[in-house]
């Protein structure tokens, strides 16, 4: 059974930055798919980006792109997400998730993905 710990969250103001952690255990990083998911109350989880961890290929949900960093580090078996440019709409609690095989590097479905981290959470105030 894969496990997956986050960390990193905590609140901040807008326009700050944060670097969320994904530790993986029992599991092969470096020939898999991990994603980043988030939730705000009353909402439906958000897939934000997501990274093939074998060919180092990544997406990321257009409300992210180009403030949000995915990034992986093998021998590590940890996965990371660089946020910048912090709004107060990116306010919630932010999953990793992990899946064995392929990675599909588009619109990220929570479905697609089985293992999952307990959740960190991310406040930006105004």
């Known amino acids: 059974q894969v496990q997956l710990v986050e960390s990193g969250g905590g609140s901040v103001q807008a326009g700050g930055s944060l670097r969320l952690s994904c530790v993986a255990s029992?599991?092969?990083?470096?020939?898999?798919?991990m994603a980043w998911f988030r939730q705000a109350p009353g909402k439906e989880r958000e897939g934000v980006a997501i990274?093939?961890?074998?060919?180092?290929?990544?997406y990321y949900a257009a409300s992210v792109q180009g403030r949000f960093t995915i990034s992986q580090d093998n021998a590590k078996n940890t996965g990371y997400l660089q946020m910048n440019s912090l709004r107060p709409q990116d306010t919630g609690t932010y999953f990793c998730?992990?899946?064995?095989?392929?990675?599909?590097?588009?619109?990220?479905?929570?479905?697609?993905?089985?293992?999952w981290g307990q959740g960190t959470q991310v406040t930006v105030s105004s």
């Open positions: 998730a992990a899946r064995a095989g392929w990675c599909y590097l588009g619109p990220i479905n929570a479905a697609d993905f089985g293992s």
């Open positions: 029992r599991y092969t990083f470096s020939r898999n798919c």
């Open positions: 990274i093939d961890t074998g060919s180092g290929g990544t």
